[in-house]
Nanobody
Framework: VQLVESGGGLVQAGGSLRLSCAAS????????MGWFRQAPGKEREFVAAISWSGDSTNYVDSVKGRFTISRDNAESMVYLQMNSLKPEDTAVYYC????????????????????WGQGTQVTVSS
């Protein structure tokens, strides 16, 4: 499986962006999918995860109510809708897949995911 993110960019505080993650060459139906982010000088941080069918999601507290993760298994796509963006959301955002046969969205360590995209930069100006 290859993951390719898109949709990042520069936006003013309060604005919105929608990140997309395309999974090529393989179906993602039985992979928990996640979004992580990494700001300069900081560790990679869990942002959101979604279960196989999309009926269960988990978010880091700092994005709850502002970000929404979704997926389209037929198209092998995962999305992160980001609203009310803040300067502290500035980071490189990574899409990740966990191929272990587990549907839990509560494993938030980066080491729990074994396939990663190359990342897309999100910059929020104040």
């Amino acid at each position: 499986v290859q993951l390719v993110e898109s949709g990042g960019g520069l936006v003013q505080a309060g604005g919105s962006l929608r990140l997309s993650c395309a999974a090529s060459k393989y179906a993602i139906d039985y992979y928990v999918m996640g979004w992580f982010r990494q700001a300069p000088g900081k560790e990679r941080e869990f942002v959101a995860a979604i279960s196989w069918s999309g009926d269960s999601t988990n978010y880091v507290d700092s994005v709850k109510g502002r970000f929404t993760i979704s997926r389209d298994n037929a198209e092998s796509m995962v999305y992160l809708q980001m609203n009310s963006l803040k300067p502290e959301d500035t980071a490189v955002y990574y899409c990740a897949a966990r191929t272990e046969y587990s549907n839990s969205v509560y494993r938030t360590r980066p080491s729990s995911y074994n396939i990663w995209g190359q990342g897309t930069q999100v910059t929020v100006s104040s």
